[in-house]
């Protein structure tokens, strides 16, 4: 059964790639990821108060490397 559903699936992959244009190897440019990914952060940072915990972190690290 798990033969059928790899082959079944292969082609598929491919249609879906040549359909929206990526590379074929799947990888992006690491800024289309960070351009992806940071508005759903920032979001998040604000929601639950993640701003606070960032700067109380790198203050605390701050600390340690005696700056």
Known sequence: MANTVSRTVRP???SRI????????GT???LVAAA??????????LLFGGFDAVATQASSVAG???R
């Open 12 to 14: 598929l992959r491919g």
């Open 28 to 30: 992006r440019h690491p």
């Open 36 to 45: 992806m990914v940071l508005p759903l952060a920032v979001l998040l940072a």
């Open 18 to 25: 040549a359909a929206f244009g990526t590379r074929p190897s």
């Open 64 to 66: 340690l490397m005696g």
